[in-house]
């Protein structure tokens, strides 16, 4: 939009851009591309305001995405929430799950919910409390189990491969490796695709993050579930 002094200067009392009225800036500040928002917010505490009201984040949403106003509250355990959540669910559902259908908000706001219990700074409930939550969610939606359990394990993948790559988001993978298998009908029962990342991630992004126990008590966890293994994972 403008560099921060330009903001700045624009934002001062005296400036008539600043005698605009709430909805004409809401109308101005939606057609900005929502990456400059933050840097618009911080202008200041009337814009900051601004950002914190439902209304201007409904605008963006029925600007951005039309169909939204015509979407019904769903049943199942993962809410819809306010505007500003139900925006960010959307645009995941197009930038990251490229996702475009009769699921596509629901996707973003499983998405959301799944990252946002991996991200806790307490401890992460199990995958197979989450993943069960999440097949919930598609099954309580008309999804068979079959459409429910790929559903889930698309958002899994999407989730894992934009984690942050910390200590922490280290420590959840290992822990995720390392639990036990336990019987569950189909389609409650964890995703192959989504283990195999669990341990590919570990053995490429977070190799230097192993001890030397660490990585061999991992290591044979692999081994009990996939026959044969990468060479890529071998070697401490």
Not at 108 to 133: D, N, R, V
Not at 160 to 172: M, P, R, S
Not at 199 to 215: H, M, P, Q, V
């Amino acid at each position: 939009m403008t560099d921060d002094a330009d903001a700045n200067s624009i934002a001062t009392t005296d400036s008539p851009f600043s005698k605009l009225p709430d909805h004409l800036l809401i109308e101005i500040f939606v057609r900005i591309p929502h990456s400059e928002w933050a840097q618009i917010s911080s202008v200041s505490k009337l814009w900051a305001d601004l950002f914190r009201q439902e209304s201007l984040w409904r605008t963006a949403l029925f600007g951005t995405f039309p169909s939204a106003s015509r979407t019904k509250r769903w049943p199942g355990p993962i809410p819809r929430g306010l505007s500003k959540r139900r925006y960010a669910a959307l645009c995941i559902s197009k930038h990251i799950l490229t996702s475009d259908g009769e699921m596509d908000e629901i996707m973003g706001h499983t998405y959301l919910f799944l990252k946002e219990q991996l991200q806790l700074s307490t401890m992460a409930p199990s995958s197979g409390i989450l993943h069960g939550t999440i097949i919930d969610q598609f099954i309580a939606c008309g999804k068979s189990r079959d459409a429910a359990h790929e559903l889930a394990s698309q958002i899994w993948l999407a989730v894992l491969d934009n984690l942050e790559e910390n200590q922490n988001t280290f420590l959840l993978l290992k822990r995720f490796a390392q639990e036990g298998d336990v019987f569950l009908p189909y389609p409650y029962s964890r995703s192959i695709k989504v283990q195999w990342r669990v341990f590919e991630k570990l053995f490429t992004d977070f190799r230097d993050c192993f001890s030397g126990a660490d990585y061999y008590d991992v290591l044979a966890c692999a081994k009990a579930k996939f026959q044969p293994i990468p060479s890529a994972w071998l070697g401490y």
